[in-house]
């Protein structure tokens, strides 16, 4: 039953992928450009990597849907809720890459003044510790949450240095 959870989320996450494959091209095409590709390679991997190792480790823990799992779950449809917010929020600039189309400007919507880099903290965090929480699969978390949270640092980082040298300048 977990594995086929886990499968089903990360079909719903291979949707999302679809649609920001899609808004890359339209970006490109149209002038945009993409930063931090090598962070991005990095947390494609750290990613594919937590939906690899958490069902394969439930299977060897032959973990249930317990208590935890159930909090799992609701942590993961919290965290894919999210994501689809954020993805209407920011509509065809949304990808999972870090892109900056033509005239890119600082969408000012209360989700992103309240919240700083919401498809972050309020998607993917949710939705790791929801894998975890879901397959228990601590050892999981324990080896790969430090690099990805070194690497989803750098990320914000890489971000931050956008919106305050391409983003914010455009938007005025």
């Known amino acids: 039953m977990v594995p086929s959870i886990v499968f089903a989320v990360f079909l719903l996450r291979l949707w999302f992928l679809k649609i920001s494959i899609q808004h890359e091209r339209l970006i490109l095409k149209n002038g945009g450009r993409e930063y931090g590709a090598k962070n991005t390679s ?21 973990s249930s849907v317990d208590l935890l799992g159930i909090i799992g779950i609701v942590f993961l449809v919290f965290s894919m809720g999210m994501l689809y917010l954020v993805q209407s929020i920011l509509g065809e600039i949304w990808t ?26 309020l998607n993917i965090i949710p939705e790791l510790i929801g894998l975890t929480l879901l397959c228990h699969s601590w050892w999981t978390a324990l080896l ?29």
Request: hydrophobic residues 45%; aromatic residues 18%; proline residues 5%.
């Open 144 to 172: 790969l949450t430090p690099f990805y949270t070194f690497v989803l640092w750098r990320r914000i980082k890489e971000e931050e240095e956008l919106l305050e040298t391409v983003i914010l300048p455009n938007s005025q």
């Open 96 to 121: 999972v890459k870090l892109m900056i189309a033509t005239n890119h400007t600082y969408n000012d919507h209360f989700l992103f003044r309240m919240i700083k880099h919401p498809n972050y903290y």
């Open 42 to 62: 990095y947390l494609t991997a750290l990613h594919i990597l937590f939906y690899l190792f958490s069902p394969v480790e439930a299977l060897i823990k032959h």
